[in-house]
């Protein structure tokens, strides 16, 4: 079998687990509530595509055709003798009567767009909100613990079992598979924000298309709760972003140094009106804030120059509501631009839980080489390196730990 029969396949099946998992997942998930056994039939169903469709083709409707086997795999689960012995007789005996007609009526060829309802699933008061966020990211968008972890800086094997422990809730307490009326979204909102800024941030490293998925699903929760002045925020953060990405090179740039004449006037615009939606209430929030930040940047286009005083004065606002490690770290860098290097540092050095947070060693060694430190920020630089997944970038901090050591 040639690599042209292959390769169409994989491509196929890699798409669809990249734009169409979450609401596979959601739709094999709702009746019964258990993530982890529509996962597990997923995957069954995903193996099966790639064993099948290299032969018989790429079917016309993946997704669908991925739902159907997904579904019939969990049926023969719930009828199995082991799950009818392992599960209470009362959900035993309800999956029984009920194992076929709820998913009967779903269409294979017109799968709606059921990522939304499960992120305000995985919302839900009754989820640690701990994990909240990370159940969205791996259950709803299709991160692996592994990149979870890494975006946070944390363990991966502690990511996983709280995941798993996560969606062992949700099936025994039977979390209701619904989107919460418009009074009780505001209280689930900012996992669900947070969530799609973490898919968005996730994919902007990788350059991959859920990045354009987070946007739309930024949008579209704006349009869902035009009240919020978050969501208007979130969706001018991540517009502001991705009208970057077409300036992208093959080589890592850092965004001070980018040539502006490839960014998208278009989506700097269109992320400036979303911004101004956003700024119609009082005190902003993290994401108004966030938002702001990225306008200021893409103002270069027009300008020529950074206005690193209004960065200090943003990243200083956000410190403030929302001390995140990555804002504290950004400060700092602003800081050496309009104060000094060393007052960057001293601001570094006072963090705690840094040594899996890439962004401070790249940050603490573009400082150390400012101040003639050479030997420590190579090896800033080269413990950056270490961290990321993105070769571009791990390309250039190797690149600088050689210039610097």
């Known amino acids: 079998m040639g690599s042209e ?6 491509r196929a099946a890699a798409r669809a687990a990249r734009t169409s998992y979450g609401r596979l997942v959601a739709l094999l998930a709702a009746t019964t509530g258990d993530l982890a056994l529509a996962e597990d039939c997923l995957a069954g169903a995903f193996e099966q595509a790639l064993l099948s469709w290299p032969d018989g083709g790429v079917p016309t ?4 055709w991925l739902l159907t086997v997904a579904r019939n795999r969990q049926r023969d689960v719930w009828k199995s003798s ?3 012995t392992t599960e209470p007789l009362e959900l035993a005996t309800e999956l029984g009567r009920d194992a076929i007609s709820p998913l009967d009526d779903l269409d294979p060829d017109a799968i709606g767009d059921k990522r939304l309802e499960l992120l305000f699933v ?5 989820i640690d909100p701990g994990i909240r966020t990370p159940l969205m990211l791996q259950t709803v968008l299709g991160f692996d613990a592994a990149r979870i972890a890494t975006a946070y800086a944390v363990p991966a094997a502690g ?7 996560a969606k062992r809730r949700i099936k025994d307490t039977r979390i209701p598979f619904a989107v919460p009326d418009r009074h009780r979204m505001p209280d689930r909102l900012p996992a669900v924000l947070e969530a799609v800024y973490g898919c968005y941030a996730i994919s902007w490293s990788a350059q991959d298309e859920m990045a354009d998925e987070a946007r739309r699903l930024a949008v579209t929760l704006a349009s869902l709760l035009p009240a919020e002045p978050e969501t208007w925020g979130l969706a001018a953060l991540i517009t502001f972003s991705l009208a970057r990405a077409a300036g992208r090179s093959e080589s890592f740039v850092p965004l001070d140094e980018q040539d502006v004449s490839g960014w998208d006037a278009d989506l700097i615009a269109e992320g400036e009106a979303y911004l ?4 119609a209430t009082g005190t902003p929030g993290r994401f108004q804030l966030e938002a702001a930040i990225q306008a200021v940047h893409c103002a270069r286009a027009r300008t020529g120059q950074t206005d690193w005083s209004a960065l200090h004065t943003l990243y200083s606002a956000l410190v403030t509501i929302a001390p995140s490690l990555g804002a504290q770290v950004a400060l700092a860098a602003v800081t050496a631009q309009t104060s000094s290097p060393e007052q960057a540092l001293a601001m570094l050095d006072s963090l705690s839980r840094v040594d899996r947070f890439q962004p401070f060693h790249a940050t603490r060694a573009e400082l150390l080489a400012r101040v003639g430190r050479f030997t420590e920020a190579a090896a800033a630089f080269e413990a950056a390196a270490a961290l990321t997944d993105d070769e571009q970038l ?12």
């Open 122 to 126: 995985c919302a839900h008061p009754a």
């Open 61 to 64: 409707n993946p997704e669908g």
């Open 5 to 10: 029969s292959v390769n169409p396949a994989e």
């Open 394 to 405: 791990r390309d250039y901090l190797l690149r600088r730990a050689r210039r610097t050591d």
């Open 159 to 165: 990511t996983a079992q709280r995941l798993v422990r």
């Open 276 to 279: 101004r939606r956003s700024s």
């Open 82 to 84: 082991a799950h009818r």
